[in-house]
């Protein structure tokens, strides 16, 4: 079974610019989330999907970001316009349907530096 | 809201030594509790998982954590640590019916050869 899978796995870009994350979550999983961690700071929630329909975004820092899950398969999380403090590891995980019963399966992340 | 507090950012120790990462949470409720880790270039993953039942749960690779709850900890811990055990540690809960997880700042554990 394929893993969580996120692209790219490093950007660098400058203040101002736009930046689109792509999670692939493991096929049958309904549930997707993208966390991310500042550094030396916690793995913070942004938000969670069921299929295509967003569930909770209470952790989306501004309007400046943009999730989207269309179809309910892969999702993106688009920056724009990106800031000094966007800066950070951006997680996606997905779960089974249902209620998390236990695991979480994350993605190796994708790194974000702005300039 | 919840929390969740790991007190030892970075913890060196030499093979064979003995492990106890912390970890405290604030949350007056049930809680399903996690610990998390992430080896070098590699997916965080799952080490081991309390939802009830027996507060001593055992995971892979010979890690162990107990749950106390009358001080809202899950520490989490391993008898003899290898050089390959070198790697980030994250606490995490997460409220019953709920699907946020909420999780801690890390702990960095260099075990040296």
């Known amino acids: 079974e394929a893993g969580v899978t996120q692209f790219p796995s490093h950007s660098v870009i400058e203040k101002g610019q736009t930046v689109t994350l792509r999670c692939d979550p493991i096929?049958?999983?309904?549930?997707l989330y993208w966390y991310r961690r500042v550094m030396g700071k916690e793995i913070k929630f942004l938000l969670h999907?069921?299929?295509?329909?967003?569930?909770?975004e209470s952790g989306m820092p501004n309007n400046r970001f943009l999730a989207e899950r269309t179809g309910g398969t892969y999702s993106t999380l688009k920056v724009q316009p990106a800031e000094l403090e966007d800066s950070g590891v951006y997680f996606c995980?997905?779960?089974?349907?249902?209620?998390?019963?236990?695991?979480?399966?994350f993605g190796e992340g994708s790194r974000l530096t702005v300039l | 809201a919840q929390s969740v507090s790991q007190h030892n950012h970075h913890v060196i120790l030499s093979e064979a030594a003995s492990l106890e990462l912390g970890c405290n949470y604030s949350?007056?409720?049930?809680?399903?509790l996690f610990w998390y880790v992430q080896y070098p270039g590699q997916h965080l993953q799952l080490l081991l998982k309390y939802f009830s039942g027996d507060p001593l749960v055992k995971g892979i690779k010979g890690f162990e954590a107990e749950f106390i709850k009358s001080k809202f900890s899950f520490n989490l811990r391993k008898p003899s640590v290898q050089w390959s055990d070198t790697a980030e540690y994250f606490c995490a809960v997460n409220v019953p019916g709920t699907y946020k997880y909420i999780f801690g700042t890390g702990t960095r554990l260099k075990v040296l050869a």
């Open positions: 949350y007056g409720g049930t809680v399903n």
């Open positions: 999907f069921v299929k295509e329909s967003k569930q909770d």
């Open positions: 096929s049958g999983h309904d549930n």
């Open positions: 995980a997905s779960s089974r349907p249902g209620l998390p019963t236990g695991e979480l399966f």
